[in-house]
């Protein structure tokens, strides 16, 4: 049994074929499966399916949703494989190894990569960030529309931009600049403000030989900064535009700053 929240929500049983779950019976999942095995109040669950869009009689709404879950999971002969929808007063509980949900493993990847790259051992550390950043297949928890989903996805998308960075580090760090460039770009445009983004990408491209190009990485942060924010980039970003006008030999490959930026 695997829970996709990573995306559009999805149960998929042990082949891998998806669970047809009516999208009410989706969103009652997600909520549920956002803290596997933990105790989900009902009140908390109405906020988090419906919020204001609430139907006449949200608990009883919410009793017929976790039916058909259940339904449709013992249809499939998944509640004999350790997953549980469990009724308590006042609330439910998705009893299921949390490893069965992308957003348990996602987290747990991360941490094991972020192990491995104090260890120093920088190839795994990789292998377990490129595990963890697949587990992505679009916009998180992408049907359900309410406030807790809109700050579900905050907290994910800096987790996951978190994660892309940790990892073009550890490329930068080992050498492989020009495979982390389209990673670099796609973060620079989704992330336009973001001073560490740009400093990375400026190295990367920098270690590249093509200094021109990081140079106007930072001339174009720093006129949108002054255009729209009125202010310029902070000092650690300045020192590296000065450093890579001079063509600083600090900044190649394994020297001490290598990767300070």
Known sequence: MEIQLLGCVEA???SGDKLPLPHGTKLLLAALA?????????????????????????????????????????ADGQLTEGF?????????????D?????????????????????????ETALGLYARALELWRGEPLSVVRTAW??????????????????????????????????????????HPFDEKVTGLL???????????????????LRLRMIDLLGCEPGPELRS?????LARDP????GSAYATSV
């Open 149 to 190: 989903a809109e700050s579900t996805r905050v907290t994910l998308r800096r987790e996951h931009r978190e994660a892309l960075v940790g990892s073009t580090e550890l490329y930068l760090r080992v050498g492989r600049h020009e495979e982390c460039l389209p990673q670099l770009h796609w973060l620079a445009e989704m």
């Open 34 to 74: 956002w803290t596997p095995g933990a105790f989900v109040a009902d009140e908390t669950l109405i906020e988090r399916v419906w919020q204001e869009r609430r139907p006449q009689h949200p608990r009883d709404a919410l009793y017929i949703q976790a039916t058909r879950l259940r339904k449709a999971l013992r």
């Open 240 to 244: 590296l535009h000065e450093r890579i």
């Open 84 to 96: 549980e929808l469990i009724r308590k007063r006042g609330g439910y509980v998705l009893a299921i």
């Open 12 to 14: 998929r049983a042990r």
């Open 202 to 220: 400026m190295l990367a491209l920098h270690r590249g030989g093509r200094q021109a190009d990081a140079l106007d990485c930072f001339q174009l």
């Open 250 to 253: 600090r900044l190649r490959l």
């Open 98 to 122: 949390e490893r069965c949900v992308d957003t348990a493993r996602f987290r747990a990847l991360v941490r094991q990569a972020q192990q491995e790259a104090r260890a120093g051992d920088t």
